[in-house]
């Protein structure tokens, strides 16, 4: 399913993670070659990306939501 992205966070290996809009986090690392996303590298690209639906598996999978 997918969800706009709301925000930030950070998790305990400094690794950006997105506040989606359904209460799921999700990583959204640049990690090449397997995963390529220069933009969450800096703020202007983050804020670029809000509004942005990823797909939640968490929402496809039932999990209740990280954050209220």
């Known amino acids: 399913m ?3 992205i709301i925000g930030y ?3 305990e290996e400094d ?3 997105a506040k989606l ?3 799921h986090h999700q990583h959204v690392r640049h990690d090449p070659p397997w995963t390529n996303r220069p933009w969450v590298t800096t703020q202007e690209g983050r804020e670029r990306h ?3 639906e990823l797909e939640c598996k968490k ?3 039932g999990v209740a939501p990280d954050f209220p």
Do not use: F, L, S
């Open 21 to 23: 809009a359904c209460g």
């Open 9 to 11: 966070t950070k998790d």
């Open 59 to 61: 929402c496809d999978q």
């Open 2 to 4: 997918k969800q706009p």
């Open 50 to 52: 809000i509004n942005v």
């Open 15 to 17: 690794h950006w993670v």
